[in-house]
């Protein structure tokens, strides 16, 4: 029971060492912060990979991936067939991953 004006702790204080800091961090923490830096990361360098890529081909990676378009929509946007487009968002897929390759298959 809490003496009455006190407010009960929302994480058991023994859970954090005599400097204050967590003694064993909370599950979902753990990580996060690398995690987030290298999604970050990750992500920097799949924009620089998108951006590598020739015009039309950056178009059509960025309008499926980015976007979200469907290949319907880049086929009337860029009047190409869907075989065309599909064969293209492989190659500008795969364009991408190579070099990412090391990281992405760790």
């Known amino acids: 029971m809490v003496p009455k004006g006190l407010v009960e702790p929302d994480v058991d204080p023994g ?3 005599s400097d204050g800091a967590w003694s064993v961090p909370p599950a979902q923490w753990a990580g996060l912060v690398e995690d987030r830096l290298e999604a970050d990361a990750l992500r920097g360098e799949v924009r620089a ?3 590598r890529l020739p015009i039309f081909q950056h178009l ?3 309008l499926r991936d980015v976007e979200g378009a469907t290949s319907q929509e880049v086929c009337l946007i860029l009047s190409v067939s869907e075989g065309n487009q599909g064969a293209l968002l492989h190659k ?3 364009s991408v991953r ?3 390759a090391p990281v ?3």
Do not use: H, Y
Request: glycine share 12%.
């Open 15 to 17: 859970r954090f060492g």
């Open 49 to 51: 990979g998108i951006d």
């Open 60 to 62: 059509v990676v960025t």
């Open 92 to 94: 500008d897929r795969s």
């Open 98 to 100: 190579r070099p990412l």
């Open 104 to 106: 992405l298959d760790r």
